[in-house]
């Protein structure tokens, strides 16, 4: 198994029809807007479960593993990576289990299995582990070489403790990390510093305390082993490639770039990759029922389709209808996803949104006509206006 042929469809299969074997319970993806009052998003796949790792002893649990439709948006730091990192997406898809009633040595067994059965070359496999001595002594136990395993002093990049919303579940773990070349490692910051060649795709996390409401870490009655793995990154393992080059995704970039060559002379490769990804999660978001507002996830919404416009517009040089481009988009997003694009609902969304935003950017460019050299944090502050924007209305006059 290795190669383009393994498709996105057939690896969630896979990872399913593993657990469903071995009697784990496959419920459905969750909402992306969480019931959880602690976090607005589902952005990871032990959010739905977090019920299970409590304190009460009563709690009926059992193994589950499913597919998690996940979203994050936590700031302009987040935002930039999407442009800068090949395997960074607003929206992705995460394979979860928890497993309980096992011990670190079993749950280091289940996971080399699971890796085994996808066939990935265990001598490209790396291991971040925490200064806790267990995971590292459970992955030697299990034929791991000591060269391929490195301990985290600190929460670093591939972080070792982990907490899961406000007086959540706590735990602590390590990252599975795929290397493309055989050439040997030295140490983390190795790993860490060139996403070119390492892949951190998996975390598996021992969670076996929660927080309080003064801050105390107490211990749970009921501890288990979550796993998850990102979909997008292990395709692009198994597929040999980066995420934006998978199977579920390259079509959407190439109806992006093809649009975008149509209005430009200069296709920028980052910024068609940050509209491709803003766009999927975009309708995403309107298919679960999320509408653009200035509140909450509406507004999260809201700032994805402006930034999305922005980068277009910009592209472009002037204020264009992105009708086609939606329309195109979604059309290649079902084919991918396999599921139904509530395409007129978006097209209208964005539309109401373009609308919103040309009135802004008229009424900025009438400030500019009378203050040509007001500072463009001004108009950020005043009207929301970026300075992506701010060129576009310097340029020719614009048309709609």
Same mark, same amino acid.
């Given at each position: 198994?290795?190669?383009?042929?393994?498709?996105?469809?057939?690896?969630?299969?896979?990872?399913?029809?593993?657990?469903?074997?071995?009697?784990?319970?496959?419920?459905?993806?969750?909402?992306?807007?969480?019931?959880?009052?602690?976090?607005?998003?589902?952005?990871?796949?032990?959010?739905?479960?977090?019920?299970?790792?409590?304190?009460?002893?009563?709690?009926?649990?059992?193994?589950?593993?499913?597919?998690?439709?996940?979203?994050?948006?936590?700031?302009?730091?987040?935002?930039?990576?999407?442009?800068?990192?090949?395997?960074?997406?607003?929206?992705?898809?995460?394979?979860?289990?928890?497993?309980?009633?096992?011990?670190?040595?079993?749950?280091?067994?289940?996971?080399?299995?699971?890796?085994?059965?996808?066939?990935?070359?265990?001598?490209?496999?790396?291991?971040?582990?925490?200064?806790?001595?267990?995971?590292?002594?459970?992955?030697?136990?299990?034929?791991?070489?000591?060269?391929?395993?490195?301990?985290?002093?600190?929460?670093?990049?591939?972080?070792? %403790?982990?907490?899961?919303?406000?007086?959540?579940?706590? !735990? =602590?773990? &390590?990252?599975?990390?795929?290397? +493309?070349? @055989? #050439?040997?490692?030295?140490?983390?910051?190795?790993?860490?510093?060139?996403?070119?060649?390492?892949?951190?795709?998996?975390?598996?996390?021992?969670?076996?305390?929660?927080?309080?409401?003064?801050?105390?870490?107490?211990?749970?009655?009921?501890?288990?082993?979550?796993?998850?793995?990102?979909?997008?990154?292990?395709?692009?393992?198994?597929?040999?490639?980066?995420?934006?080059?998978?199977?579920?995704?390259?079509?959407?970039?190439?109806?992006?770039?093809?649009?975008?060559?149509?209005?430009?002379?200069?296709?920028?490769?980052?910024?068609?990759?940050?509209?491709?990804?803003?766009?999927?999660?975009?309708?995403?978001?309107?298919? %679960?029922?999320?509408?653009?507002?200035?509140?909450?996830? !509406? =507004?999260? &919404?809201?700032?994805?389709?402006? +930034?999305? @416009? #922005?980068?277009?517009?910009?592209?472009?040089?002037?204020?264009?209808?992105?009708?086609?481009?939606?329309?195109?988009?979604?059309?290649?997003?079902?084919?991918?996803?396999?599921?139904?694009?509530?395409?007129?609902?978006?097209?209208?969304?964005?539309?109401?949104?373009?609308?919103?935003?040309?009135?802004?950017?008229?009424?900025?460019?009438?400030?500019?006509?009378?203050?040509?050299?007001?500072?463009?944090?001004?108009?950020?502050?005043?009207?929301?206006?970026?300075?992506?924007?701010?060129?576009?209305?310097?340029?020719?006059?614009?048309?709609?």
């Amino acid at each position: 198994m290795s190669g383009i042929n393994v498709s996105v469809r057939d690896i969630k299969s896979i990872l399913l029809q593993y657990h469903k074997e071995r009697g784990y319970q496959l419920p459905d993806s969750f909402p992306i807007v969480s019931s959880d009052p602690t976090v607005m998003f589902v952005n990871a796949t032990i959010t739905p479960f977090k019920h299970f790792y409590s304190s009460d002893p009563e709690m009926q649990r059992y193994n589950y593993a499913f597919v998690q439709r996940c979203f994050r948006l936590g700031g302009a730091s987040e935002l930039d990576l999407v442009g800068t990192n090949p395997y960074y997406h607003t929206f992705f898809e995460m394979f979860g289990s928890g497993t309980f009633d096992i011990n670190h040595h079993e749950a280091i067994e289940y996971l080399l299995e699971l890796l085994a059965t996808l066939k990935i070359e265990q001598q490209r496999l790396y291991y971040a582990v925490p200064s806790r001595e267990k995971f590292r002594s459970a992955l030697v136990a299990n034929g791991v070489s000591k060269n391929h395993i490195f301990t985290l002093e600190n929460n670093s990049t591939f972080w070792q %403790e982990w907490k899961f919303g406000k007086l959540g579940p706590v !735990g =602590y773990g &390590l990252t599975a990390i795929y290397s +493309r070349s @055989l #050439e040997t490692v030295n140490s983390v910051d190795q790993m860490a510093s060139n996403i070119d060649r390492f892949i951190p795709f998996l975390c598996l996390i021992y969670v076996a305390w929660r927080e309080t409401n003064d801050d105390r870490i107490i211990p749970i009655t009921n501890p288990g082993f979550d796993l998850g793995i990102g979909i997008e990154r292990l395709a692009a393992v198994l597929q040999k490639c980066n995420t934006y080059q998978i199977d579920s995704i390259s079509p959407l970039v190439a109806v992006v770039n093809h649009y975008l060559s149509s209005v430009t002379s200069s296709v920028d490769e980052k910024i068609t990759r940050i509209v491709a990804d803003h766009l999927r999660a975009i309708c995403m978001l309107i298919d %679960e029922g999320v509408l653009p507002s200035n509140k909450k996830h !509406g =507004y999260a &919404l809201r700032k994805l389709i402006r +930034r999305c @416009l #922005e980068l277009v517009w910009n592209s472009a040089g002037q204020v264009i209808s992105t009708e086609v481009l939606i329309e195109r988009f979604c059309d290649q997003l079902e084919q991918c996803s396999g599921q139904r694009i509530p395409c007129s609902a978006i097209v209208n969304a964005v539309e109401e949104e373009s609308q919103a935003l040309y009135k802004v950017i008229q009424k900025a460019k009438r400030i500019l006509e009378k203050q040509p050299d007001i500072h463009p944090d001004v108009l950020w502050d005043t009207y929301g206006l970026s300075s992506k924007l701010v060129t576009v209305i310097k340029r020719k006059e614009d048309t709609k």
